[in-house]
């Protein structure tokens, strides 16, 4: 059961048995989606081969951790129609809400428990721009990989709409590769433009 269904469950059941009391406040929809001001990034398994490097990571990091506890990104994301480009994603079923519950939640395939904290492990491979893109990842892996290269050049919130795209793979979330024309509106692609958009703002 979701927690927006528990809750209005308990507020059907208060609804039914309470007696007449003052009208109060009805939960937002930012109470019930567990988006608020306590999500944390965990910027403590990074891997980048120079302490330059590291605390760039690690910048970038604290701004996506803003970027998610920021009203005006919360509002937009809320905003977002997902669309699911891999056929058998067991996860398309998911409605937008349940999406957003899902990011939130922050529960990686490999640190159960819905923690409110994202713990990317990121490595960054030593490589110069040459075409070979930005990184690689495997769904099933624990760590994610990006070249150096990106880093260097990179901006802060373009460093944390990566960061964005690649941890929400550990979430379950997962794209095609350039089949399908919406790839871009996949979970990971839309969350990660718009952590990047946010990050822009907030970094302005
Ligand atoms: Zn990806």
Redesign the pocket.
């Known amino acids: 059961m979701t927690m927006l269904s528990k809750l209005f469950l308990l507020f059907l059941t208060i609804g039914c048995t309470a007696q007449p009391r003052p009208v109060v406040t009805p939960a937002s929809p930012a109470a019930v989606t567990r988006t608020g001001t306590g999500f944390k990034v965990d910027a403590s398994h990074i891997e980048a081969i120079t302490p330059g490097r590291t605390q760039k990571i690690q910048a970038a990091l604290q701004l996506f951790e803003r970027v998610m506890n920021d009203s005006l990104f919360q509002a937009d994301l809320r905003r977002v129609k997902f669309y699911f480009d891999v056929p058998n994603d067991p996860l398309r079923k998911l409605s937008d809400q349940q999406v957003v519950d899902r990011l939130y939640a922050a529960e990686e395939f490999y640190q159960k428990g819905k923690d409110s904290t994202a713990s990317p492990h990121w490595i960054i491979k030593q490589r110069s721009k040459s075409g070979y893109g930005i990184g690689y ?1 495997d769904q099933d892996e624990v760590e994610f990989y990006t070249f150096s290269w990106v880093i260097d050049e990179g901006d802060l919130a373009g460093i944390a709409g990566i960061a964005a ?2 941890w929400s ?1 550990k979430l379950g979330f997962q ?1 095609g590769f350039g089949e399908d024309p919406r790839e871009r509106e996949s979970v ?1 692609y839309a969350f990660g433009d718009l952590v990047k958009k946010h990050a822009k703002r907030l970094q302005d």
């Open positions: 990842a795209h690649e793979h794209h990971t």
